[in-house]
């Protein structure tokens, strides 16, 4: 059995900013996924015209919450990149000011990456339609308590975990829809991380 890897994760959006804390393990020839738990925060940067080291504190201080909370310290830190797809105004300033406050929080003790969607979800549709999953699973908080974004953390951090072991990304999914809706039935059931 490996030593655990433990990966802070995060699909960033000024509304709909979800995290991950997630720990995995390689036994066999195989990883054993912890979930510790999902979050959409509320403390993020929305805005540019007050004071934005204000909310820049409140933001990355409820990372220092869910880390304590969970008695974890992150070995990696893996963030979505954020890429324009035709929006306008401050959202895409607003997010990369938060990313390049949690790069700064954490550069010196974590391995820091930020693969593009494309990136992480072109591995995961090689196995599952996961455009599909959100519809199928009806993923929304009124119904499941869990969004698609905060899938989207989990599997970022999945993405993390494989990379660093080297083994094949997602191989949990690879007996396809079988393996995907045996997996939503644990996700469903993950706790809200602690703030």
Same mark, same amino acid.
Request: contains cysteine.
């Given at each position: 059995?490996? #030593?655990? @890897? /433990? ?5 960033? !959006?000024?509304? =709909?900013? &979800? ?17 510790? !738990? ?16 204000r909310e820049l504190r409140n933001?990355?201080n409820d990372f220092d919450t869910?880390? !304590? =909370?969970? =008695? ?11 890429? &324009? ?5 401050? $959202? ?16 010196? /003790? $974590? ?5 593009? &969607?494309? /990136? ?10 996961? #455009?599909? &999953? @959100? ?8 119904? $499941?308590? #869990? /969004? ?10 999945? @993405? ?31 706790? $809200?991380?602690?703030?």
């Amino acid at each position: 059995m490996s #030593k655990p @890897y /433990t990966v802070l994760s995060c699909d960033p !959006g000024t509304k =709909n900013f &979800a995290v991950s804390l997630l720990t995995a393990r390689k036994v066999e020839e195989k990883l054993r996924f912890k979930i510790h !738990g999902t979050l959409i925060l509320d403390s993020t940067v929305t805005q540019l015209k007050q004071d934005v080291g204000r909310e820049l504190r409140n933001f990355t201080n409820d990372f220092d919450t869910i880390a !304590g =909370n969970h =008695n974890v310290v992150p070995d990696a830190l893996f963030m979505e990149r954020f890429q &324009a797809r035709g929006l306008g105004g401050t $959202t895409i300033e607003c997010i990369n000011f938060m990313l390049g406050a949690m790069i700064y929080k954490y550069h010196e /003790t $974590t391995d820091i990456r930020l693969p593009t &969607a494309a /990136t992480w979800k072109n591995r995961v549709n090689k196995h599952v339609d996961l #455009k599909n &999953a @959100y519809k199928k699973y009806n993923l929304h908080r009124v119904i $499941t308590n #869990k /969004t698609p974004h905060e899938l989207d953390a989990v599997l970022i951090g999945m @993405y993390a975990c494989y990379q660093h072991f080297g083994l094949p990304d997602f191989e949990c999914f690879s007996k396809g829809e079988e393996s995907l809706e045996k997996f939503i039935g644990y996700f469903e059931q993950i706790p $809200t991380l602690k703030l």
